[in-house]
């Protein structure tokens, strides 16, 4: 049997990967803490509501409370859509379209420095196979925990558990052991719902499709909004 980590941090968004990563590392480590970092993006009060609301699915001892930091983005995105919420790539779009240059560089920054004031051994990213995005290959992380130990005079270690799975696979996965109803991965909601319309959303339909699962996400087109 594998021997516990003794205290992980888990990068949390909402979405179905780090939710299920959250899950995995609550059976895997002695103590879990849930790191959120708000950046003021336009869908983080939506992303937040439904992480809380899955964390108190949680019966886990080894479980601490939601930790959010926060990192404002505004000044390097005042005109982007990510903050005013126009032009918001829509579910044709490209993955190119959705990138924020940088953004697992400043979030992992912010979440390393709490690990180390915190004196947590690992933290860990759910960053799946194909992610496009430069700070997301396999060499960035490869290199990444050398560049944290030298900055930050440390051993934590950054792991990424599910760089080998894709978005189906781990969709499977999930199906068996959270609760996909308070997941939550739209950049255009309407209140607390899905759009339905936008880039993630689309990827969100086309995974539950191709994992041949039963989508009852809160669409916008299939709810009630006052």
Known sequence: MAKKKKSVAVLVSGGVDSSLLLADACKNADEVFPVYIRCGYRWESAELHWLEKFIEEFDAHV????????????????????????????????????????????LISKASVFCVQQKIDVLELAILKGNPFPDASPNFFKEL?????????????????????TK????KKAAKSIPLGHTFSCINPVEYYHCGACNKCAERKKSFEDAKIEDSTGYVDSVMVD
Do not use: Q
């Not at 404002?72 to 005042?78: E, S």
């Not at 440390?154 to 599910?162: E, W």
């Open 63 to 106: 479980l601490t409370p939601l930790i959010i930091l926060d990192l404002p983005m505004r000044d390097l995105h005042v005109r982007h859509w990510s903050m005013t919420g126009d032009d918001v790539p829509e579910s044709d779009s490209e993955s190119a379209e959705v990138y924020l240059p940088g953004r697992n560089l400043l």
């Open 145 to 165: 925990t050398h560049v944290v130990d030298e900055a930050l005079h440390s051993k934590l270690k950054v792991a990424v558990p599910y760089l080998n799975k």
């Open 168 to 171: 189906v696979e781990l969709l």
